[in-house]
Structure formats: structure tokens, C-alpha cells
């Protein structure tokens, strides 16, 4: 009797056991799921936990200041330089130094560099939001733990473990929240930048020159400031302090840049301000702002590329391009080098000079559908179609021309079509008839004018929709968004 009550509760415990391992995999699985997967702050993290130990030579750390005005792609083009973006939008330097903390676990950079532009935060603990994105993407660890409680010590608990803050996030998944981004192409060559792509004119930048004086940081920033200085002196690491240029700057805020800048001269560190060196940078306000507050993909770039040599000259920096360990920066500037591409094409109002960028990219897949009348007799559009490659009895005929690197289709002339392409998450519906011309993706229409060009253009190597346009050959081919 003795032994079958044995077997008996060998059998439950058992059953109990398997129970509670099935419940840690759904409840884990389930929180994989929930989490918040935010570009701005969790995904750097996340992603910089699956870079090879040891690889990164250049840290950057800060706010959005440092991930949308500091490309990794353009450093890596220009000078080999294998460098990270780990930021989060407006990150107070608390958050920063636990940042660092963290990301020296992993990697030994050769070089650190901090930007300042959240010097100027004068409060004791920012909003919780603000919280979740500079913390949240951290894995469970003492650092994390005092990066919470810095930042807001009375949902210490729930911030730590996470689920209770995104539990309630079911009606909002969507597709994205059951990949891995991480694991994904783009994840594996993805370094922390956030390029912004739009355009905000100025006549000028704020002219900071004759601001001299200095204001005396607010006493948490300071102390964090001071703590971030002492981490890099014990690590042994190289310390450089910036400030990105931006238009919105006013004086007060450049007197606490310079009283961060008597901070660094006193320590004998590196302090780069860039609202002083617009014209060094060959920054055009007309170009070159996303808005007031940070540069755009063309001024980026610029910033970039002076970082990349400065950085080259000052630290000898080892040039990491051709190594086997290094093939995800050469990825990423491939796909960064695309994206710039492609807002070029998206910016290009001419159709002559669009079907010119368009044919010289083997990475787009895209489509040209001659519609109506759409040969004005006015512009050379016969031959500049013949010498992309279109098919003359298209171009003759119209009807519609598909090419790219998966396969090659034509259409001509008014017979019937009903094509199908997948194209990553979405799909490429097209329809012809008597009744006329549809291009529909993901369901949206993409005909754009009755007699014209309308050309549908697909990024195969960034997996994204670039541009659907038209010409409408009644206006002279102009272009129709």
C-alpha cells in the first residue's frame, strides 16, 4: 500500500511539475508577445545584446539627439569605424549612466562618447513614459534596478517587471509583436540609428557666439554627470563629451552647454559643441533640419562623416571594414545607403531624372504602367524608356512593364492582365481591362493618373514600400503623389 501511495504522488508531482514548466513557457512566451517594441530607446538595447562581444570600438550614448544625428552606416563608410548608437529620446544623464554601466558588461569600446543636449533637464524624475523607453529595453539586472529607482522610485515593482505596465496591450498586437526583430535582417545589421526623413526650412541657425557665460546644472543632472566621468576613468576608457546641433537652441541652454564644456576642460576631456561649428559641418538650414530640434538624413550625414574622421585622427581607430566579424555594419550601411537612395527618389519631382535613379538601382522592384495617352509627343519618353529596358511593344502599345531582381514581366498593349506579387508583408494586386488600369497595394490604390507614367517602386533589400507616383502627360508630366 505504501508503494502505490509512493507511485501515486511521484505521479502528481510529476504532473505538477510539468504543469508549472508549461505555465513559465506560456507566461514568458505571452510577455515576448506583450512587450513594448519601441525604435526610440527598448529596440537599441534589445538589439545591442546580440552584438558580438568585444566588436564595438565607438559607443555612443544620449538621447534622440544621438540615435536620429548620428549614423553608425556613415561612420563605417567613411573610416571603418564600427560604432553603436544606445540612446533613448530625451534620456536624462541618469538614464545615460546606467546606459553605460550596463553596455560596459558586454563590450570595451575604445572609445565613449556622450551627447549633452539633456544636460539642460532641471527635474528630480521625468515622466513615466519617458521611464519605460529608457529602461525597459534593459535585461533584468542591477542596473536596471537602480535606473528605475532613479527615475521614478514609486512604481519601482511593476517597472522592473514590466508585464504589469503592457499587460493590457492585447487589442493593440499586430503582426510585428509576434517576430523578432532582433533575429531578423534588418535586426542583425540594425546599429541604433533613427533616421528622420523630413525637411523643415530655416533662413538660419540661432547664433550662439557671443553667449559666454555659464549656468550651473540642476544638482541631480550635475551629480550624474560627475558619476559618468568617474566610470570612464575606472573602466580605462576614453571619454568625449558633444552637444548636436540644433536650430531651436536658446541662450540659456547654451550657457549650461558651457558650463558642461568648463566640466570637461577641467577633466581633460574632449568637448565637441556643434552649435558653434555649423559652417565647419557645411550644415544648410534650408536642408539639412528635420524641425528645430534635430538634423534630417542629409544632415546626419554631414555630422556623421566629420565624427568619423575626427574620431579616426584622434584615437587611431582601427578600420574593421573586410573583417569576417564585421560583415552586419557592412550590411547596415548597404541598407542604410538604399533608404538614402530611395528618399532622394521620393523627393524627385521630374520624370526624366526619377526614371534615371530608378533604373540605376538593382534593389528596387517596380512597376511602370503607360495608361490613357501617355505620350505627350513633347519629351524624349520612347527612348528614355528603351534605354531602362522597357519592351518596345509596351512603350508602342503602353499596357505594363514589371522588372527587378526576383523576375521580369510585360504586358503589353490592352489585353486583360490579372497579376498577383507577394512582396513582404503586403501584396502587389495588378488589374487591366477594358474598364481600365488597377494597382492596388495592401489594398490601397497606387494609380495616381489616367494619362501618364504610373510607376509603383519596392525596396527589396529594406522590404518596403518607397513610392507610388505618377506623370500625367496632359501637365507636361508632372508629378502626382
Request: glycine share 8%; proline share 4%.
Amino acid at each position: 500500500m505504501g508503494l502505490q501511495k509512493e507511485r501515486y504522488m511521484r505521479k502528481r508531482m510529476g504532473k505538477a511539475a510539468a504543469f508549472l514548466l508549461l505555465a513559465v513557457l506560456l507566461l514568458w512566451q505571452l510577455n515576448r508577445v506583450l512587450r513594448l517594441k519601441q525604435e526610440d530607446g527598448i529596440r537599441p538595447m534589445e538589439v545591442f545584446y546580440k552584438q558580438e562581444e568585444g566588436s564595438i570600438d565607438v559607443m555612443f550614448y544620449g538621447s534622440s539627439h544621438t540615435y536620429s544625428d548620428i549614423n553608425p552606416a556613415v561612420l563605417w563608410r567613411e573610416e571603418g569605424i564600427a560604432s553603436f548608437d544606445l540612446a533613448g529620446s530625451l534620456q536624462p544623464l541618469w538614464n545615460t549612466y546606467y546606459y553605460m554601466k550596463e553596455s560596459l558588461k558586454y563590450q570595451r569600446p575604445k572609445v565613449m562618447v556622450v551627447e549633452l543636449v539633456r544636460a539642460i533637464e532641471d527635474r528630480e524624475y521625468i515622466e513615466e513614459a519617458r521611464t519605460v523607453i529608457n529602461t525597459f529595453g534593459m535585461k533584468l539586472s542591477r542596473e536596471k534596478y537602480e535606473a528605475i529607482r532613479v527615475s521614478t522610485p514609486d512604481h519601482l515593482i511593476p517597472y522592473l517587471l514590466g508585464y504589469p505596465v503592457y499587460h493590457s496591450r492585447y487589442g493593440e498586437l499586430s503582426r510585428e509583436d509576434f517576430e523578432s526583430f532582433e533575429n531578423s535582417a534588418a535586426g542583425r545589421a540594425y546599429k541604433g540609428f533613427y533616421p528622420l526623413f523630413a525637411t523643415k526650412e530655416f533662413e538660419g541657425f540661432s547664433d550662439m557666439g557671443s553667449v559666454t557665460g555659464s549656468r550651473e546644472l540642476a544638482p541631480k543632472t550635475e551629480e550624474y554627470l560627475k558619476k559618468i566621468i568617474d566610470l570612464s576613468k575606472e573602466e580605462g576608457i576614453p571619454l568625449v563629451f558633444m552637444i548636436s546641433p540644433y536650430q531651436g537652441i536658446i541662450e540659456s541652454e547654451q550657457e549650461i552647454f558651457n558650463r558642461c564644456g568648463e566640466i570637461a576642460g577641467e577633466e581633460g576631456i574632449p568637448f565637441l559643441d556643434f552649435n558653434r561649428l555649423y559652417e565647419e559641418l557645411g550644415l544648410d538650414p534650408g536642408e539639412d533640419l528635420a524641425e528645430f530640434s534635430h538634423l534630417n538624413h542629409r544632415g546626419s550625414t554631414k555630422l556623421s562623416a566629420w565624427l568619423a574622421e575626427w574620431l579616426k585622427e584622434e584615437y587611431e581607430l582601427p578600420d574593421r571594414r573586410g573583417e569576417a566579424l564585421y560583415e552586419s555594419w557592412e550590411e547596415n550601411a548597404r541598407m542604410w545607403e538604399q533608404q538614402y537612395a530611395s528618399q532622394l527618389l521620393r523627393e524627385e519631382d521630374g520624370w526624366y531624372d526619377f526614371l534615371a535613379m530608378l533604373g540605376g538601382n538593382e534593389n528596387y522592384t517596380y512597376l511602370i504602367s503607360l495608361d490613357g495617352k501617355y505620350d505627350n509627343g513633347e519629351q524624349p519618353l520612347d527612348e528614355t524608356l528603351l534605354g531602362m529596358g522597357m519592351p518596345s511593344a509596351v512603350i508602342e502599345e503602353g499596357g505594363i512593364w514589371i522588372h527587378g531582381p526576383r523576375e521580369e514581366k510585360s504586358f503589353p498593349g490592352q489585353a486583360e492582365v490579372s497579376y498577383h506579387m507577394e512582396l513582404s508583408d503586403s501584396d502587389l494586386l495588378v488589374r487591366k481591362s477594358q474598364g481600365g488600369t488597377q494597382l492596388l497595394f495592401d489594398k490601397e490604390s497606387c494609380l495616381k493618373t489616367a494619362n501618364g507614367l504610373n510607376i509603383f517602386v519596392y525596396d527589396e533589400l529594406n522590404q518596403e514600400l518607397v513610392i507610388a507616383v505618377g506623370f500625367d502627360a496632359e501637365q507636361g508630366y508632372a508629378c502626382v503623389r
